[in-house]
């Protein structure tokens, strides 16, 4: 089976930096997603990793370390829009994916 | 290029009832995902079909859930004898390929089972 754990909730000010962690646990890998969802909205994608290393896209990046099960997401100049959920996925077998619980980011002024 | 749709984006029933959650992917796509959320949670897994095949059902209901996904037409959640406890938020996602990496995902449909 597949598990991951990320933490429930996180709160920065605008224009700063935040880290989102996310471990997981799984018998088969095939890739870490990072998606976005608003308040009652759809989710977002918003960035893969597949392989080690740091993926940069505009103001957010995503990391992963596959000897540690672990990645995260960063996002940097932090405006209020960019309150939301945020879930990292493990990708399994055959095109399954399983998502964390979800980090609700609380962006204040 | 449309992205995908459900429909319908509410849906209200009685237990007992039966709920048909509708989703068309997105034009290519030929990959369906489907999951639930309850409030304040994340995205459960169902069920992944290609068409006219259930590839992973690991995540349904052994009873009352069915989905399909036919060769013409939208794939289709279906739940029968509704409880109260399936009252959440049902999204599909769609992909070109079977791909871990990037899923289209539509609104919604929120079902309220009284």
């Known amino acids: 089976g597949q598990s991951l754990e990320q933490p429930s909730e996180v709160t920065a000010v605008e224009g700063a930096i935040v880290q989102i962690n996310c471990t997981y646990q799984?018998?088969?890998?095939?890739?870490l997603s990072w998606y976005q969802q608003h308040d009652g909205g759809a989710p977002t994608f918003l960035s893969y990793n597949g392989l080690d290393g740091l993926e940069e896209t505009g103001r957010f990046s995503s990391f992963l370390s596959r000897s540690d099960s672990y990645g995260y997401l960063l996002l940097q100049e932090l405006q209020m829009k960019d309150s939301a959920s945020y879930f990292c996925a493990v990708g399994g077998n055959a095109g399954k994916s399983t998502f964390g619980d979800g980090t609700t980011l609380t962006v204040k002024p | 290029n449309a992205g995908v749709m459900q429909n319908p984006r509410h849906l209200v029933r009685r237990r007992g009832q039966e709920a048909r959650l509708r989703c068309s992917p997105m034009k290519g796509h030929s990959h369906v995902y489907w999951y639930r959320q309850l409030p304040e949670e994340g995205l459960k897994f169902m069920v992944y079909?290609?068409?006219?095949?259930?590839?992973?059902e690991s995540g349904m209901p052994k009873e009352r859930f069915s989905a399909e996904f036919p060769k013409e037409g939208p794939s289709i959640l279906r739940i029968q004898q509704v409880v109260r406890g399936d009252s959440a938020a049902y999204f599909c996602?769609?992909?070109?390929?079977?791909?871990?990496?990037?899923?289209?995902f539509g609104p919604g449909t929120r079902l309220t089972v009284l």
């Open positions: 079909l290609q068409k006219e095949n259930i590839i992973d």
């Open positions: 996602a769609s992909s070109r390929v079977g791909t871990n990496n990037e899923q289209f």
């Open positions: 799984t018998s088969g890998f095939y890739g």
